[in-house]
């Protein structure tokens, strides 16, 4: 069951050019790693470390820059990973890590 923040991030992006990939409806992920940084992501940003619009805006700006250096066609496309990249540095930009490291 989906708590309202979590309703709110998902279908916040649905058919935006930063939608996560579905299967039949629902969010699909081909890896483990890909559900914990979705979960990581939505978790860190309903705590308040920074906000659910920044982090689209990195992912969106992630994906961007994969595109201005990849053809459209190239398999090496990984949606997750450029959400894992825009994680980290929103991460990285509100000085969570370095609160960890500490």
Known sequence: MQTKFEHYAATSML???????????????????????????LALSKDGHFEWEEFRQELIAQIGAWEATHRSDDPSWHYYRCWLAALERVVARS????????
């Open 15 to 41: 058919g935006a050019e930063d939608a996560p990939p579905r299967c039949d409806g629902a969010l699909s992920f081909e890896r483990e790693w890909e559900r914990r940084a979705f979960g990581i992501a």
């Open 95 to 102: 000085g969570l890590a370095n609160r960890a490291a500490q």
